[in-house]
């Protein structure tokens, strides 16, 4: 690793924005480089969109429909596919997705608008489906509990996905939720090898602290689950089990994984990371990674995207069926109540 490496951060340049026509360097109008500081740090871009609720389109992805209060993310997973969606927005899908947040302010606002339409019908929302709700901003900003408090109004089913004890701030909301089947938790464990983490996922919490939050949302009442991924090839693979079994010790009712899939801009950014980071072994990951997906570090096909093809794996797959069986026989998380859905938040809408 070279002394010019960004701790703390995953992605470790800008690369070119395919969409846009004209792109700044590092260089100011006098010639000046911009100091790295300013680079490193995080700024916050605030949005007030027209609609929140998103259609889920892929059959890859359970749900009607996701919310996302935050575009980009500072956790700054180097695989994450949500990179290349801070495109369209005329940033980066480099350190720009970790660095620039853009914030939905009014996303509660526009929620329980959607929420109180006679056309809507209770289906879960997916929170978030495309960056992490309990991101670090969220400490502040709180958006994310404006929501849950949206959904607990409306007693609303939503499912959320995190790597964040944040989460635990709002075991008051989700137990809420939970009393009446509305609630599902999926915590998202990568590694438990630290020092794999620290530089993979630079600004989340450690794997150790994330079983923590799965036995805490358990011990609520709050159904809770765990999600292996992605599964890497030569880097991660083999932890599948002893993931799936702190979970399930830790009370999770249901597990997960897909696999790695570097589309689009991720690819670059992830082999500059990983020759940066494990050079002994970078080309062993990049080429197994390819294997599983045809020959291409990326691969959107429904279906197989998500799970890879061929010896890696079916491999893989095979581990993580075993461990499922041996960890996770006869548990499940409870149905979604549809029924207590209240239109209008359950008050007399005022006559005059």
């Not at 007693?155 to 989700?174: A, F, G, M, Q, Y």
Request: aromatic content about 8%; hydrophobic content about 35%; some cysteine.
């Amino acid at each position: 690793m070279s002394d010019s490496y960004k701790k703390g951060r995953g992605a470790q340049y800008n690369p070119d924005n395919p969409y846009l026509k004209l792109s700044l360097d590092a260089a100011d109008w006098d010639g000046i480089d911009i100091p790295e500081e300013d680079i490193l740090q995080t700024q916050y871009f605030y949005d007030r969109p027209k609609k929140v609720l998103n259609k889920v389109t892929s059959p890859d992805i359970p749900g009607e429909y996701s919310i996302n209060p935050y575009q980009g993310c500072e956790h700054g997973c180097i695989y994450c596919y949500a990179r290349n969606t801070h495109q369209y927005y005329g940033f980066s899908a480099g350190l720009d997705f970790e660095s620039k947040i853009i914030v939905k302010e009014n996303v509660a606002e526009l929620l329980e608008k959607e929420l109180r339409k006679k056309s809507h019908k209770a289906s879960p929302v997916m929170f978030s489906g495309n960056t992490d709700c309990y991101q670090p901003v969220e400490r502040k900003l709180r958006l994310t509990r404006a929501c849950l408090e949206v959904f607990a109004k409306y007693r609303h089913p939503v499912s959320l996905i995190t790597k964040n004890s944040l989460i635990l701030r709002d075991l008051d909301v989700l137990q809420d939720l939970a009393k009446d089947n509305l609630v599902h938790v999926m915590v998202t464990i990568t590694t438990l090898d630290e020092g794999l983490r620290r530089v993979m996922e630079p600004r989340t919490v450690s794997g150790k602290q994330r079983i923590k939050v799965i036995q805490t949302l358990s011990d609520h009442a709050i159904p809770t689950g765990v999600m292996a991924a992605p599964m890497i090839p030569g880097l991660n693979d083999h932890e599948a089990p002893a993931i799936l079994k702190a979970a399930a010790e830790a009370g999770a009712l249901a597990c997960g994984y897909t696999m790695v899939r570097l589309n689009g801009a991720i690819g670059d950014i992830f082999a500059d990371w990983i020759r940066a980071n494990f050079p002994d072994r970078a080309e062993k990951v990049l080429r197994q990674i390819s294997e599983v997906h045809g020959g291409s570090l990326g691969d959107s096909r429904f279906g197989a995207r998500m799970r890879g093809e061929g010896p890696f794996a079916d491999a893989i797959s095979a581990l993580f069926k075993l461990a499922k069986r041996q960890y996770f026989a006869g548990r499940q998380m409870p149905p979604y109540n549809l029924q207590a859905f209240r239109p209008g938040g359950g008050k007399q809408l005022e006559l005059f």
